[in-house]
């Protein structure tokens, strides 16, 4: 496969302000093994551990994952419920954060997520919010289109006249209000879309889609990644 070769180039490698994954093929992961589909999302979440870390490390500055859509809620309850004690888990082990200077920030409808998952979230935004390294955005019941109707909800309710109403003001009220927008998108898993994340915020992104399994991605995959969006030219609609 293509992004297995490796480029020649003497250019210097370029860092994304912002790279955003889409986390996609724990279940095909599981199956491929013949074990349950928690079994991939465990694998998954290791997998998330270790590219925040590596993310970290190489001194990027903000990365967005995908960890449960608006449309997840579709999956059996038992599913559901396993991802949720998975976030549990990882919320619950404040070891993550400490030591790291990895400030963590959930971005989605947190609403109706259960009152302890909600409590812990805050516990861990707090207790990581002085962290210099790498923003960690963890995308939860987020999606694209219910984040522009929340920001159309408060324009409406702070009264803002229709010249008020611009982009800036629709991003401003957005999860990701302050943030850059995503510079680079990488799907694994071999699908080809958005699946709703970040849709104002990609307008003008990269991307990057690979047929490895989300459990089976490394940071040498991020690596190959970040060298290709190197040579991209980005022209923002240019010349
Ligand atoms: C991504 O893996 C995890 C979530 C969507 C929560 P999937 O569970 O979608 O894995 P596939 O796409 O079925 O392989
Ligand atoms: C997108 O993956 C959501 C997450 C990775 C959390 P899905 O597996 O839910 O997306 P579709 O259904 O294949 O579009
Ligand atoms: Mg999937």
Redesign the pocket.
């Known amino acids: 496969m293509l992004w297995f070769k490796k480029k020649e180039s003497t250019a210097p490698r370029v860092l994304p302000d912002h790279i955003a994954i889409?986390?996609?093929?724990?279940?095909?992961?599981?199956?491929k093994r013949s074990l349950p589909?928690s079994a991939?999302?465990a694998a998954?979440a290791n997998t998330f551990k270790t590219i925040a870390r590596y993310c970290n490390k190489i001194g990027l500055p903000y990365l967005t994952v995908?960890?449960?859509?608006t449309e997840?809620w579709k999956?059996p309850p038992e599913?559901v419920e396993g991802?949720m004690n998975l976030l549990r888990d990882y919320l619950k082990d404040a070891e993550n954060f400490k030591d790291e200077n990895i400030k963590v920030h959930f971005i989605g409808d947190l609403s109706p997520l259960a009152e302890d998952i909600q409590a812990l979230i805050k516990k861990d935004e707090e207790a990581s919010k002085d962290a210099t390294g790498l923003t960690l955005n963890i995308a939860l019941n987020y999606g694209g289109r219910d984040e522009i109707v929340h920001a159309v909800r408060r324009m409406i309710s702070e009264g803002l006249s229709p010249e008020e109403v611009t982009e800036q003001a629709i991003s401003d009220r957005l999860y990701t209000a302050g943030m850059p927008d995503p510079d680079f998108i990488i799907r694994p898993?071999g699908?080809y879309r958005l699946s709703n994340y970040l849709i104002w915020q990609s307008a003008y992104a990269e991307y990057w889609f690979s047929d490895v399994?989300?459990p089976d991605f490394t940071p040498r995959h991020l690596d190959q990644a970040i060298e290709e969006y190197s040579h991209r030219n980005r022209r923002f609609g240019g010349v």
């Not at 996609?24 to 199956?31: E, H, S, V």
């Open positions: 889409i986390m996609d093929g724990n279940g095909r992961w599981a199956k589909r991939g999302h998954g995908y960890a449960f859509s997840n999956r599913e991802i898993s699908e399994l989300w």
